[in-house]
């Protein structure tokens, strides 16, 4: 990749700045000014050039990171794991990324914007449902899992954990996100997918703690 090239060395430029800012700030607390009075003499107009908005660039930083730490890599060449025991894990590195929790749960309500919805679930349609696909595959190879539907649940567990668990879209306070995520254990394993393990119910329901009441 030509990180070396101005156009790319910028928007690097900007999104460090940006996730420092929006961790130590928030979201909220942090404007395009501060952004640009962080980055040596770039202008309002260079941040500009590059993302219409503070959401984009909320959107960019959100990519970065997760790509930064896909979690989906990680296991990916894992010897020592199954198919099963992958996708636990992949869960696993997701939910214990506190910067990470930080930055998706300061994002929800950006999602009340219809266009930026819709790019978030494109985006985990293409990139989440091959990783989730290429696991329950594996693990029905390796004899992990059982399930006819490795294709139609690969598609539905982006989906569901990206539009249904979103408060912003279905209205819910901390314990329905809670039994919604329960649910949707439960109707996995029934699948032949016993995604969830009380180990990942923990980490779930303390990323759900964190979030705040909605307005």
């Given at each position: 990749m030509a990180r070396n090239k101005y156009p790319e060395v910028t928007v690097e430029k900007i999104l460090d700045v940006?996730?420092?800012?929006?961790?130590?700030?928030g979201y909220d607390n942090t404007t395009i000014q501060d952004i640009v009075d962080h980055l040596d003499g770039l202008?309002?107009?260079?941040?500009?050039?590059?993302?219409?908005?503070?959401?984009?660039?909320?959107?960019?930083?959100?990519?970065?990171?997760?790509?930064?730490?896909?979690?989906?890599?990680?296991?990916?060449?894992?010897?020592?794991?199954n198919g099963l025991q992958k996708l636990r894990e992949a869960v696993r590195v997701y939910q214990s990324d506190e910067d990470l929790n930080s930055m998706t749960i300061q994002s929800i309500p950006l999602t009340r914007n219809p266009r930026?919805?819709?790019?978030?679930?494109?985006?985990?349609?293409?990139?989440?449902?091959p990783y989730y696909q290429e696991l329950l595959e594996e693990g029905n190879r390796d004899g992990s899992?059982?399930?006819?539907?490795?294709?139609?649940?690969?598609?539905?567990?982006?989906?569901?954990?990206?539009?249904?668990?979103?408060?912003?879209?279905?209205?819910?306070?901390k314990?329905?996100?809670?039994?919604?995520?329960h649910f949707l254990g439960d109707m996995l394993e029934k699948m032949g997918v016993p995604?969830?393990?009380?180990?990942?119910?923990?980490?779930?329901?303390?990323?759900?703690?964190?979030?705040?009441?909605?307005k």
């Open positions: 940006a996730q420092r800012l929006f961790l130590e700030k202008s309002k107009g260079a941040v500009y050039h590059h993302f219409k908005s503070k959401e984009e660039i909320m959107d960019a930083v959100g990519d970065r990171m997760f790509f930064a730490n896909n979690p989906f890599e990680k296991v990916r060449k894992r010897s020592d794991l930026l919805l819709a790019e978030m679930i494109e985006s985990n349609r293409r990139i989440l449902t899992l059982h399930t006819e539907y490795a294709e139609e649940i690969a598609e539905l567990i982006p989906l569901l954990t990206s539009l249904w668990m979103l408060p912003s879209v279905f209205p819910s306070d314990e329905g996100l809670k039994k919604k995520f995604l969830m393990d009380a180990a990942l119910y923990v980490l779930v329901d303390k990323f759900f703690e964190k979030m705040p009441a909605e």
